[in-house]
């Protein structure tokens, strides 16, 4: 009766351990990675995210960029790591729903290797030119381009960045040939925009609004369907002649799969609460971004709709990312 005894205090102890382990999540830094350099909305939107998580998770939350091969450099050192809830990943529009299209071959499947959390947040494309480009505006731009074909250059954040997207997609309803200079990220080639070494470009409101208010940079256009408030007088691409065009940014938490279920909720929970804090509202309404929220069954099926539209978008434009 001793030895049974015994053996079933060390067993209510074993069991309570592990309950205690589970619930103690987080004890640790947690780590999210950003697939860019530094300097573009990505890095907003995560360290915005991560600041706040900060003081709801009771841990340091750290942002780290590891940009390169179109995303997939960070998305496979996250695809292997283990899961415990302490090494997440920036996902977006690019990584999740047009590189598994537009790239031959991936090192991981990212729906099978990943888990999603949470969406953070939506954010309006612009299209932007340098100050000294002739163009006043979205058709004389076009105009522009028509007659030199080859002659313009765009920049972006990278193969497979939301800009290589919308500016691609662009160039295939106009029918305009412009160069495709991609970086290392949206602060990389925002020095060579703003210094003249490129004539064009689109990227997310938070990167660019600033220039845009400073004059460096002129508005010619906006991906989403309706204009956006910060632009009031600048048009849509689909109401200046080509219905149907639509391309913003949007950007979630993911992290590898294998994740437990009740990590996957306490950060879901948490990021919510982040998401409703006024810091962040107050600096999501500032660029025109929308916050994200919701469950990550719903973060889940926005990624599905979205692969369906882009993958769409990925044939019609014959888009290949190397």
Same mark, same amino acid.
């Given at each position: 009766m001793l030895k049974k005894a015994a053996m079933f205090a060390v067993l209510l102890f074993v069991v309570a351990g592990g309950a205690l382990g589970q619930s103690s999540y987080p004890n640790q830094t947690i780590r999210i990675v950003v697939p860019f350099a530094p300097g573009g909305t990505s890095e907003i939107v995560a360290r915005s995210v991560a600041q706040e998580l900060t003081g709801l998770m009771g841990v340091s939350v750290i942002v780290e960029n590891r940009a390169g091969g179109a995303g997939t450099i960070a998305m496979s050192e996250v695809a292997k790591a283990a899961p415990d809830g302490y090494t997440l990943i920036l996902g977006h529009v690019g990584t999740l729903a047009v590189n598994p299209y537009a790239m031959a071959r991936q090192p991981y499947d990212v729906n099978k290797d990943f888990v999603p959390i949470a969406l953070l947040a939506k954010?309006?494309?612009?299209?932007? !030119?340098?100050?000294?480009?002739?163009? &006043?505006?979205?058709?004389?731009?076009?105009?522009?381009?028509?007659? &030199?074909?080859g002659a313009l250059n765009?920049?972006?954040?990278?193969?497979?960045?939301?800009?290589?997207?919308?500016?691609?997609?662009?160039?295939?309803?106009?029918?305009?040939?412009?160069?495709? !200079?991609?970086?290392?990220?949206?602060?990389?080639?925002?020095?060579?925009?703003?210094?003249?070494?490129? #004539?064009?470009?689109?990227?997310?409101?938070?990167? $660019?609004?600033?220039?845009? &208010?400073?004059?460096?940079?002129?508005?010619? =256009? !906006?991906?989403?369907p309706e204009r956006i408030p910060a632009l009031p007088d600048v048009p849509t691409v689909a109401e200046l002649g080509y219905p149907g065009f639509e391309t913003s940014q949007w950007y979630g938490i993911i992290g590898p799969a294998g994740l437990p279920?009740?990590?996957?909720?306490?950060?879901s929970v948490e990021?919510?609460?982040? $998401?409703?804090?006024?810091?962040?509202?107050?600096?999501? =309404?500032?660029?025109?971004?929308?916050?994200?929220?919701?469950?990550?069954?719903?973060?889940?099926?926005?990624?599905?709709? #979205?692969?369906?539209?882009?993958?769409? !978008?990925?044939?019609?434009?014959?888009?290949?990312?190397?």
């Open positions: 954010v309006p494309n612009i299209f932007v !030119v340098n100050a000294s480009v002739p163009a &006043k505006d979205f058709k004389e731009f076009v105009a522009l381009a028509k007659q &030199k074909p765009y920049g972006s954040a990278g193969n497979g960045s939301a800009g290589h997207l919308a500016f691609e997609y662009l160039k295939f309803v106009t029918g305009i040939d412009v160069v495709h !200079v991609p970086y290392r990220g949206t602060g990389p080639q925002l020095q060579d925009l703003l210094g003249g070494r490129l #004539e064009a470009a689109s990227a997310g409101t938070p990167a $660019l609004m600033a220039h845009v &208010k400073s004059g460096k940079l002129r508005p010619i =256009a !906006v991906g989403t279920k009740d990590v996957i909720d306490k950060l990021i919510n609460k982040a $998401l409703k804090s006024s810091a962040i509202t107050t600096r999501f =309404a500032n660029d025109d971004a929308k916050a994200g929220g919701g469950t990550p069954a719903e973060f889940a099926a926005f990624i599905k709709a #979205e692969q369906d539209r882009w993958s769409k !978008v990925v044939k019609s434009a014959n888009l290949r990312i190397e």
